[in-house]
């Protein structure tokens, strides 16, 4: 790392002794080591950062994901998500997320033969999903058979050997689709449908979810390249809720299945990869688009919020939620209108024109679309989190292995402020 200017130092004077402390910043950031040097006295252990939540700790550097949530913007590696969306496939950008690059064709051709020779699981974990029960919910499916995955590959602890890291990287982009799909048939009743590894990636998860009787199953170009399209849009968000517990169980050097369960168990929550379902769930309650102007009524009456609008970071736009947005005309332009579109579309209208939100800068984000083009497409609700998992697969990985080779990364142990009861002690016992 570079050496601070000496413009770049922050000045700080402690008041409670007086003393004056000059912190580099470098890149930005303080290190939050460096205000250690604050103390009081000899047995004083130093200032420590108070950050529920981290909202303004950096707990990593990355060269994966650039986000500027004032502009609206979002690239992987440096490519504009627009670009991505637009020209590459999920494939594509799975390699460009991990390796750095986009593919050269050579590369490409290899890298899918490669996913798609892992495309199976072992019969074992067919069975495993068998003693599920009937109406399991996919995603704990999901989650619990990722992590089972660490059973049947002992080797994948050996994190130190690059081939056999990159081995269980391509195992687990190449069986999340095989995963969700089976997950999804069980909770279904369903007979397991097996990989066709002449399909796409997208095609053959599509096979995988709605084959029947046909002796082959086609998929809809339209579809296929939409739900491509829509894992592209998830595939990283740099460090969000489930890519951070990523690191944090990678940083222990447990293996990636047992990291990505993890992963996964923490885009279970409504919070973070559920709040589609959410965004459903409400235009089916308002129902039809006379409704519309009573229910942001009741929004900034403060009743509940509008789901599918605000972020944390975006506060102009999402750049996911424009381009889902004509996704979701493809889509629909293959399964017939949504009365849900209908309903949608106007709720942002009248939103975008409204005071309110725009004084609070709230805009739709990547989730008030999705729901309805996964819905339309003929996916169950409980479904919506398992495809964004099957989209933030490469991300997870990807971030994993960079905090892995990471000098500066140490297994992840925050501090705490103690707010508890002092010293105490026991009542003596009187005889
Ligand atoms: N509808 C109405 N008002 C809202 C909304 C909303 N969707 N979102 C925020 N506000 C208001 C709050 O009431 C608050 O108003 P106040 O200052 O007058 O009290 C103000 O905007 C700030 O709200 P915060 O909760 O502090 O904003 P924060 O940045 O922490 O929240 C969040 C972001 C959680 C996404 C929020 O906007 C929200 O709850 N949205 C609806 C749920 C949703 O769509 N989540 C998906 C996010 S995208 C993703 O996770 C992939």
């Given at each position: 790392m570079d050496e601070p200017r000496g413009e770049d130092l922050l000045q700080i004077t402690d008041r409670r002794t007086g003393r004056s402390y000059d912190i580099p910043v470098v890149e930005g950031a303080v290190r939050a080591t460096d205000l250690r040097q604050l103390r009081l006295d000899d047995d004083d252990p130093g200032l420590l950062v108070y950050d529920p939540a981290f909202l303004n700790t950096g707990s990593c550097r990355s060269a994966i994901t650039y986000i500027d949530g004032e502009r609206g913007i979002l690239r992987y590696r440096g490519y504009p998500i627009e670009e991505l969306a637009e020209h590459a496939s999920f494939l594509e950008v799975a390699y460009l997320l991990l390796r750095g690059d986009l593919p050269s064709p050579d590369a490409l051709g290899n890298w899918t033969r490669r996913i798609t020779q892992h495309t199976f699981i072992h019969e074992n974990v067919k069975r495993f999903i068998d003693g599920f029960h009937y109406d399991a919910h996919p995603m704990g499916t999901l989650v619990s058979t990722v992590a089972a995955l660490s059973t049947f590959y002992p080797?994948?602890?050996?994190?130190?050997d690059a081939g056999l890291r990159r081995e269980q990287v391509l195992r687990l982009i190449a069986k999340m689709p095989t995963l969700a799909a089976f997950a999804y048939r069980h909770a279904m009743g369903l007979p397991y449908v097996y990989p066709d590894d002449d399909l796409s990636y997208t095609g053959n998860f599509l096979n995988m979810m709605w084959k029947a009787t046909e002796l082959r199953y086609q998929p809809d170009p339209t579809l296929e390249r939409a739900l491509d399209v829509l894992f592209i849009l998830h595939a990283d968000h740099e460090q969000n809720c489930s890519t951070h517990t990523m690191r944090t169980v990678g940083s222990s050097h447990a293996d990636p299945y047992s990291a990505m369960a993890a992963a996964a168990a923490a885009l279970s929550g409504p919070l973070h990869g559920g709040a589609n379902e959410q965004v459903l769930r409400m235009l089916n309650t308002i129902g039809s688009v006379d409704h519309v102007p009573e229910h942001i009524r009741r929004v900034k009456a403060g009743e509940f919020r509008l789901m599918g609008f605000g972020h944390r970071i975006y506060r102009n736009f999402d750049p996911r939620a424009q381009l889902i947005k004509r996704v979701a005309d493809d889509v629909l332009a293959v399964t017939g209108p949504s009365p849900l579109l209908d309903i949608a579309l106007e709720l942002e209208r009248i939103a975008l024109q409204d005071e309110y939100f725009i004084e609070h800068r709230l805009y739709p984000n990547v989730d008030f679309y999705s729901g309805i083009i996964y819905s339309a497409m003929?996916?169950?609700?409980?479904m919506f989190p398992v495809l964004f998992a099957l989209g933030r697969t490469p991300g997870w990985l990807a971030q994993w292995e960079e905090g892995l080779l990471d000098?500066?990364?140490?297994?992840t142990r925050p501090r705490q402020v103690y707010v508890g009861p002092a010293e105490r002690h026991l009542p003596v016992p009187t005889s």
């Open positions: 080797q994948a602890h050996l994190l130190s003929g996916f169950p609700v409980a000098p500066e990364q140490h297994i």
